[in-house]
């Protein structure tokens, strides 16, 4: 069979706003739930869910029996964790908190066979297809994605030299862990910070590069979308549940009669 086409670096060559989600349940179920649902992307969370490589390889099996592309974004900028999650069929890796532009190249390195890179070299997984993808070897680089998270003051400082390393597909700039940076943990709605934002955006557009960001509220989304974001992930599985959750719970609780007392003594 042929080499799977990445859905995800073509859409970003298209220059229309992508909406996705983040995955942060770690279910194959609600993974293959949200792709259904219409999502431009979905971001499988390797560093603040405890999901490990087999689980990942289950939800990527899932998301690709929907339209949206998957997303992996790993534990650490790590070429072991990176050689696992490419040979298990990731196409498009995310790698957190990437501080400078030899940072970016080791995260490229480890995406590319020799004498490109130091990706390791394995006869049959799941990536080519069980030895079934003609020149695999070649050819897997032309369809990797390779993202890297910009996530505190000094790394976007050196923003415009990250984004000018080769192999550098797209920029990530994380808002909780930037705000955190600048001593507003928590507070991603500060002047300051959604100014710094801003800026991000602009820096990858002069770079060239698409950016990425998360949200979590249509009206923050939309803002993000006019200071010049890409894709944006609007929430997550879990937020998505919790926030129907306690919308529901508020309207019928809203609507329900005083409780009646309850029986005296016990059964």
Known sequence: ????????????????????AWLMSGAPATAEAL??????????????????????????????????????????????????????????????????????????????YPPDGVRGVAGLHRANRYMTVPDYLA???AELCVAVQ???QSALANLPAIAAVPGIDTIFIGPAD?????GMLGDVGHAAVQDKLRQGAQMCRQAGKPCGIIGGAPDLVGRYVDYGYDWIAIGSDMSFMVGRAQEWLGRVRGHAPAAAPGPQGGY
Not at 1 to 20: I, Q, S, T, Y
Not at 178 to 182: D, I, R, V
């Open 139 to 141: 050819r897997a680089a």
């Open 178 to 182: 930037l705000a955190a940076s600048m």
């Open 35 to 112: 792709g259904c649902a219409g999502m431009d992307f979905l971001v499988v969370d390797m560093e603040h869910v405890p999901v490990d490589t087999p689980q990942m390889v289950e939800i990527l099996r899932a998301v690709a029996a929907t339209p949206a592309p998957a997303v992996v974004r790993l534990p650490w900028n790590d070429m072991v964790m990176v050689k696992r999650a490419l040979d298990g069929g990731a196409q498009t890796v995310m790698l957190p908190f990437v501080q400078s532009a030899d940072e970016a190249r080791r995260a490229v390195a480890y995406t590319r």
């Open 150 to 152: 910009i996530e505190t």
């Open 1 to 20: 069979m042929d080499l799977p086409v990445n859905a995800f670096k073509r859409a970003l060559r298209e220059g229309r706003p992508l909406f996705g």
